[in-house]
Structures are given as structure tokens and as C-alpha cells.
């Protein structure tokens, strides 16, 4: 019978052997964490998703869905031709050239645009505003005092809280 969010949080102080307040309150930060070290290196058919992103034709960039983890793949609906993932930096060569979409980068936020989520950019631009179609891999729903068991902790309980364990030892104190 797999652990619910209470339960957790118990075993990863036994585990632990730190009953310290510090480490009890880290503790949803700390399952959050392994949560998303499961979900990223199993890279689970039942976390992934799809959806058209809308991409600005002069600057290329698209806002993504809040619950994207990491991308997947990203091509052109019509063609289905897919795009290569390259590096923000590379992405740069193509500032000023127009045509048919062949690469994508998340990029980050700069200082000048505050802080906000990462945005997926296109290069080099089609001119008018396009859809990608991307497959990422989503968050989900999380453990917490109201949500106290998910799918994954369901599924893979162990393995949970083994994440759960190698957070708690790779945290810096």
C-alpha cells in the first residue's frame, strides 16, 4: 500500500535519522523535487502530453503550457516535418533571416523582461504567426497536505521514496 504525503514525510525522517525542524520543513519542497527526478528520468508515456503552441512570426517565440516539464519534440503540424533542438546561443545566427522553421530552443528570460517562465523559439521565422505542435513531458499533480496520493506514488511508491532519500542527501546544509 504505497504512502500518502503524511506517511512520506515520516519515512524520509526515519530514513534520514535528522528529525531536525530545517528538514520537516523542507520536506514538500523536498518530495516536489523527487517527484520531478522520477517523472524527467523515467520519461513516462502517462506524463507526456501534446499541444499547438502559437509562435510570433517576427520575433519567433511562443508561450508555453504552465505544466511543461521538459520538451520532447516540437514540428510543424501541416508537414510534420520536425525541428531540430539546438542551443539559445546558436539560435542568435538567425535573428534577421526569414524562412521555413528548422530549429528550437527554450529560451531564458532576460533582465530587461523580468522574471517569467522560459519561452520556446523558432528559427528562422516564417514571417506570419504559425503553430508548432510540441510533445513535452507535464508536471502533473503533486503530493501535498491536500493532495496526499498521486498516480506516481501509486505506481511507484519505492522508487518515490528513494528520490525522496537522494534529495534529502544531496541537499546542501
Do not use: H
Not at 527526478?37 to 503552441?53: F, S, W, Y
Not at 511543461?68 to 534577421?96: C, G, H, N, Q, W
Request: contains cysteine; aromatic residues 6%.
Amino acid at each position: 500500500m504505497p504512502y500518502n504525503f503524511s506517511q512520506r514525510k515520516a519515512a524520509i525522517m526515519d530514513w534520514g535519522w535528522d528529525e531536525s525542524a530545517e528538514l520537516e520543513a523542507a520536506l514538500p519542497q523536498i518530495i516536489a523535487l523527487a517527484e520531478t527526478r522520477v517523472i524527467m528520468d523515467l520519461d513516462l508515456q502517462t506524463a507526456r502530453k501534446r499541444t499547438t503552441v502559437i509562435v510570433d512570426g517576427v520575433t519567433g517565440l511562443g508561450e508555453l503550457p504552465a505544466e511543461v516539464l521538459a520538451i520532447r519534440a516540437v514540428r510543424i503540424p501541416e508537414t510534420k516535418v520536425a525541428l531540430i533542438p539546438s542551443r539559445e546561443s546558436y539560435m542568435d545566427l538567425f535573428t534577421s533571416e526569414v524562412g521555413t522553421p528548422r530549429y528550437w530552443c527554450l529560451t531564458t528570460p532576460s533582465l530587461q523582461t523580468g522574471p517569467s517562465a522560459p519561452r520556446l523559439e523558432i528559427a528562422p521565422v516564417s514571417g506570419a504567426v504559425g503553430e508548432v505542435e510540441i510533445v513535452y513531458t507535464q508536471s502533473g499533480s503533486r503530493l501535498s497536505d491536500s493532495n496526499t496520493v498521486t498516480w506516481l506514488s501509486s505506481n511507484y511508491d519505492s522508487l518515490l521514496l528513494l528520490a525522496c532519500l537522494v534529495e534529502v542527501a544531496t541537499r546542501s546544509d
